[in-house]
């Protein structure tokens, strides 16, 4: 429906002859933006204007005042009037960052399968929230995080993980980041300013951390869990219940001798849900609620996109905290907590995790049977990874061969912060793919694991 | 349904006989959490312990070896059980924070009405979204902000506010205070570490910034706006459209001033769409979007507590900001994200937007044909705000006043950065306020004026 126009000085315009008023100054904005109307350039006159665009001559004066207004024209008493001086010059875009390279079948490690993501139960909870919030949850909200969540976590996770965790010392976050960079800036403000992660460890975070205004040193990690022995920082974030990625648990006198080494203790508790074997561990920062921050998400549970996480924090950690939290000016949104309060609330949430907990069990036997001999999985029954370890050669081979069969894994060597003599090998994820496509995906993926055989 | 149970050393636990081992070894953390089995003493022996409870003995050795492994308590061979000397002494939390002084009518100022907030047209929203949503959204989302948002808001911005947003130069943030702290962090980086607010304006906005790394300089504002020719910083935070807390737009001669100053500008755009004496001045980004930073909200259109602002960048401040963004570890969920596109492609979005104007509008002319007769409003019929100078004897009496009358209100004498001769006044927000209430809320707040009389 567009009609070209051209008049005396040379302009162009694109104008649906149905816009009216606002459809011409659209279409001078466009003019001028896109640098067809140059800067300082004289424009139509109000005559001309109106009478090429078959309009009254005063929706054409009202259209320049317009814009004269919002600074793209100049007008001044006697003298034509003429495209600003500041007008922008074309300029295009730089293009879309290209996504992330597709793989058909996804081993990423540290995701939940999103296709058992509870929508139904999701929505219902989001209904409840809706039908019952008073009208002050639409309002600004705390930046410490919803009560009614702080109140239903507190319950839950003393409950399921043993955390005391009164809701005065629990704080909602963005995700996990969120709540480890906040929580670095608070502690730079108290003169911690090393922090000590486990050697491996996922780098993502140590940056976060590092970006906080951390110092990053790297304490390795055997059978035990964090060697406390050779922790020499005031700040350590560990993985005690479910090391990530070498999947080992903290054993009990290391538990005890990391409480009593007078650092600050975060005990990352990521995936504190899906242990399989027997019962949970209880979370360490029970053995001494002064000196362990607890942190737990529902990015394992339900879904990373949720960007939901929270910290069990010190007394002492709960005033720094939040007002690094009012620094940063990012806290989560209100409804997505109230959800997700109802949904623990209702009973919904935990037999969500006990469904996921049989189905990753049950992957898990599944990929470990279906190993070819010369590989062996480290790492206790839980979570949502284990661990092959690869010579050098294999583990070089790896990117190529998980192009080959469109398989996406993690190699264990970015993990790493000091060097290690056998740094190779693989974190395979088995809660990333969906449940029905679990089947091919593993086919895939033993056999491109079978190519990488010696 | 507890029982007491007391053993040869003097312990104490609580427990429900129908709980079984669960039940016995939570009593037994509870025990030594707050203290009454000490660390260091001796546990009561597994025979005894099995003996007054009434259970099997295995089960309570059961029970000590979890308890072990979790590290409550330490074992060794041949020696009595022992409280691990890491057991936390009792500690009870700080009280919670009190609640922000309560106050029976609100009219604080930048607060939409939360009893408009589209209820039902959201739950419609998420019900789509949940229902045709593919798998990939519950999983890790891409930090700078959902594609479908971004390439809805592009549309949004271009055709409502005039805005040049191509979706790669738009970033999604968890409220405004996320996009002005990491774009403050990201300018830091490119060496730009001065950043100049309106005086006056906002301090939650300026400390936050100033937590960025910036250092913070008051420009003063006056009936033109910004007064341009006193600016003398690299980057500046100004509210063109309608400025915050004074309520003047700026003049067309001082925006192309500050578009040709070479500064960064960030254009606070937070209340665009709520102008009513006439069609909304479009936006300065247009003017020159390789200088100016676009910021807009769903804060005043829709509600602060969903945590969602973006803003629309220069070329090379787009890698920078992202950079930023991935280190603060805080990007808003996606659900709400999804939900906010759909809303806005339904319509729903606009027709909600077209009722507050018009609620809005009502209300500023109800306030300001109540005033009483000394007073005059400041600011263009415009948002959510007016302002009420006041001598400075009226002022200092307005705290008093508006607790006796249950009113909130704000002061203007916080928001200067430079020392004033006139500095006194109130700002009154008539969003705040749920509608069914503005008439009585109106008469409180009148009441309370015309006690401040001179």
Redesign the interface.
Known sequence: MAESWSSSVDAHLDWDPGSGR?GIA?AV?AAI?DGRWRPGAVVPSTRALAHDLGVARGTVTRVYA?L?????L?TSQGAPTRV?????SP?S?????AAEPAHRWSFLPG??D??M?P??Q??AA??RV??NAP???????EARGS?VLRATLSAYLGRSR?V?A????LVV?????????VLGRALRGLGIAETAFEDPSLGK?R??CA?SGQRIVGVPVDGAGLVVSELDSPAAVVTPAHQFPLGVTMA?AR??AL??SGAVVVEDDYDGEFRFDR?Q??A?Q?????RVVYAGTASKS???????AWLVLP?FL?DPVVAAL???????????QLALADLISSGAYDRHVRRCRLEYRARRDRLVAALPAHLTPEGISAGLHLVLRLPSAAAAAVPAAARRHSVGVELLSPMWLRPVAEPGGLVVGYG?T?RNAFTPALAALVEMLTELSP
């Open positions: 606002t659209a904005r933006r317009d004269a207004a919002e600074g793209y100049q600003a001086t500041a007008g922008a300029q875009a730089p293009p879309m960052p995701r939940p999103p296709s993501f929508r139904d999701w929505l989001t209904r809706l039908a009208n002050q949850v639409f309002d600004y909200s009560s043993g005391l009164d809701p005065a010392r976050f963005s995700g996990y980041g969120h709540a480890i960079h975070y940056d976060i970006a009990p538990r005890t409480v009593d019962q561990v209880g360490l029970a053995l001494a609620p002064e339900l879904a990373p996109s949720l960007r939901l007394r709960v009012h620094e940063l000016g990012a806290h989560p949104p209100l409804l997505p990333a969906a």
